[in-house]
């Protein structure tokens, strides 16, 4: 996530961690690391300034806490001071009944997101309805109903007009949670502008909350600015931080505008989607993890924790069905490399481009190697030489290379999981369990 900035950020916390003295050249290297990571982020140089200021004069002015040394000290305040930066608080959307109205600009996301916020609200219990009133662009209420289908929740779209269909929605829904899909629109287009402000009249929503592309950087201050004296926003969604450089900007400058982030949009896929938490966001980026968003994923995902399983794998006694398993366990939660990013520790792991990329055509080929397996190759995978793979590939209709890729990934993940057994803060607790099933405790 925010690759360039989690890289900037991580190597920050190690040069930390690994000073022999914390004084004024060691706390100016630092800051001038972190100083390089934020602006190329887009954030603002007057907020990194004055960031860089905070960081000098609490480290070299402070005492630090009873029991902490200075350069605990220096890794506590600096991963607060960054949280302080991107957010503060914790962007809170209650789950209740209530009505959402979504504003942004063209091209944000909208209605893609109103299909991500139905999706978040559908797997916590609750019932969901789309409301089609962008009748601007072409194709996109059939984009709406296409979203709708998918997540498997009622869509909104009988009337001409915004306002019309709004008001059919109104009195036609049951649903617990209504999301109205608005025209993209700038925000001084008059037009426009008036039929925000009229539906904002019409739905009384509960939220209203602003999409904004995290590849605008700090023009999310001016945004969130324009939309709160049109319509009056609640709170922002910022999309498509995993495909832009200037994501660390755009968090920076709703905090700003005043506007707090609710959600982050972290992908293509319908799942790709959390609500946002500056402290486990900061985690996530420096390497130390986000344990509650590897729950929550594992919740959504339907993932079954065996602890029989759980108990092998984290010894490296896992069989070839057992690997298979895990990897599609696994891949109901999303990328391996998103996962990872959440337990701590890992995301500071150089783990092998191979584990991270199990692509679901090449997981289709392993199914048929590992049927074509005798009982006894299953259960140890070592015992397969040359005469074995080439006897196991004809019988699964693959090449013989494709057989030799699974056995090498098998032994990968093996050596991976002994390196992170001995990761912090997956002993106690409800991850434990689940964090043993994906040998990482």
């Not at 293509?268 to 390497?287: N, Q, T, W």
């Not at 397969?384 to 196991?392: D, L, M, V, W």
Request: charged share 30%; with cysteine; glycine share 12%.
């Amino acid at each position: 996530m925010l690759g360039s900035l989690g890289t900037g950020l991580r190597d920050a916390f190690k040069r930390i961690a690994g000073l022999g003295v914390v004084d004024r050249e060691a706390v100016e290297s630092v800051v001038r690391e972190l100083q390089r990571a934020l602006l190329q982020s887009d954030v603002d140089v007057q907020l990194v300034s004055e960031l860089s200021g905070r960081i000098r004069e609490r480290v070299l002015k402070d005492k630090p806490p009873a029991g902490m040394t200075l350069k605990e000290y220096f890794i506590k305040m600096l991963y607060d001071e960054l949280v302080s930066l991107l957010g503060a608080e914790k962007g809170e959307v209650g789950l209740r009944k209530q009505r959402i109205l979504l504003a942004g600009l063209y091209g944000s996301g909208k209605t893609t997101c109103s299909g991500k916020i139905a999706k978040w609200f559908k797997v916590r219990g609750m019932s969901i309805g789309l409301v089609a009133c962008d009748t601007h662009r072409a194709a996109a209420q059939e984009q709406l109903r296409q979203i709708a289908s998918r997540v498997d929740v009622h869509v909104y779209d009988q009337g001409k007009s915004p306002q019309e269909i709004a008001k059919n929605a109104l009195k036609a829904s049951k649903d617990d949670v209504l999301i109205f899909d608005t025209a993209g629109r700038d925000a001084l287009d008059k037009e426009l502008a008036k039929e925000l402000k009229e539906l904002g009249s019409l739905v009384k929503a509960d939220e209203v909350l602003l999409v904004i592309p995290a590849d605008i950087g700090q023009a999310a201050r001016r945004q969130s600015e324009e939309f709160n004296k049109l319509v009056g926003i609640t709170g922002m969604i910022i999309t498509k931080l995993d495909g832009t450089a200037r994501g660390g900007g755009a968090l920076a400058a709703a905090h700003v505008s005043g506007a707090a982030v609710k959600f982050i949009g972290v992908g293509e896929k319908v799942d790709d989607f959390e609500s946002y938490d500056p402290k486990r966001f900061v985690g996530r980026l420096i390497g130390y993890g986000d344990i509650e968003g590897l729950l929550e994923k594992a919740k959504s995902a339907g993932v079954e924790v065996d602890d029989g399983k759980a108990k092998r794998l984290l010894e490296g006694k896992f069989t070839m069905d057992d690997f298979y398993e895990q990897l599609g366990q696994m891949g109901k939660m999303g990328s391996l490399s998103k996962m990872m990013e959440m337990i701590p520790g890992m995301g500071q792991m150089k783990i092998p481009k191979d584990m991270m990329d199990v692509q679901e055509g090449r997981m289709k080929k392993w199914k048929f190697i590992i049927e074509s397996m005798t009982r006894q190759e299953r259960e140890n995978p070592d015992e397969i030489k040359a005469s074995r793979i080439t006897r196991i590939a004809k019988g699964s209709g693959t090449a013989e290379a494709d057989v030799r890729a699974l056995l090498k990934s098998y032994k990968q993940a093996q050596k991976f999981m002994k390196m992170a057994k001995g990761g912090k803060g997956l002993k106690r607790g409800p991850l434990a369990a689940l964090a043993k099933q994906f040998g990482a405790s």
